[in-house]
């Protein structure tokens, strides 16, 4: 299982669809601009840009040049948040976590929940250590309290944020068996991510968390 992969452009455009399906209900949660889900449809347009067209280029090269671009074409906060992510998940592939170098956007099914907290994280390095342990602790207790699973919580390895790269197709897998509610799981996920730490932040993360997860657990299907 470990072997699959994931292609991104099709990874980020489950997420913008779901932004888009709610991008109503997200400019009525920003209270302070009215336009969350505005900026959240363009930044996740943006991203998709970049994956096209730097579609042949290597999975690192795409995320920093999504970085970029969303830098670039949006100013806002949730913007600034993403971007940083992308910026910080390029580095992420780049420095160990795979020696994957090929060309395209397919990615790892390992790799792909890692990179998508990094992202939601914001790139946040102060706090990427401590909200991955906490978020893969809340995640193994979630599937062994459900499940009754012999699978260890995440808080029980060693390696900080290498837990969840390790054990993310585990987490899935044991969640799926479990009947857990992949809405959860995405809750779960985000509340400790820096776009978890604002109301209408926490939803836009929550609907691409919720999305991602769901293909996922969808491939994962498939590959069995």
Do not use: C, W
């Amino acid at each position: 299982m470990s072997q699959q992969t994931i292609d991104l452009l099709d990874l980020f455009g489950v997420a913008a669809q779901a932004i888009q399906q709610n991008r109503t209900q997200l400019n009525k949660a920003d209270t302070y601009n009215g336009n969350h889900g505005d900026n959240m449809a363009e930044i996740m347009e943006v991203v998709q840009q970049a994956m096209r067209e730097k579609k042949n280029a290597d999975v690192p090269s795409q995320l920093e040049y999504a970085a970029q671009l969303v830098r670039q074409k949006s100013n806002s906060g949730s913007a600034n948040v993403l971007a940083g992510g992308l910026a910080q998940a390029a580095q992420q592939f780049l420095g160990g976590q795979t020696q994957n170098k090929s060309k395209g956007s397919g990615i790892p099914m390992d790799l792909a929940l890692s990179l998508l907290m990094t992202i939601l994280n914001g790139g946040n390095k102060s706090q990427s250590s401590g909200s991955q342990d906490l978020v893969g602790s809340l995640l193994g207790s979630l599937v062994t309290g459900m499940s009754g699973s012999q699978k260890p919580a995440a808080s029980s390895k060693q390696g900080g944020g290498a837990d969840l790269l390790s054990m993310g197709l585990d987490l899935l897998q044991a969640s799926q068996e479990a009947g857990i509610d992949v809405g959860q799981l995405a809750q779960t996920l985000v509340s400790g991510t820096e776009m978890g730490k604002s109301d209408h932040r926490a939803q836009s993360g929550q609907l691409i968390a919720n999305a991602a997860l769901k293909m996922l657990m969808a491939n994962m299907a498939k590959g069995k």
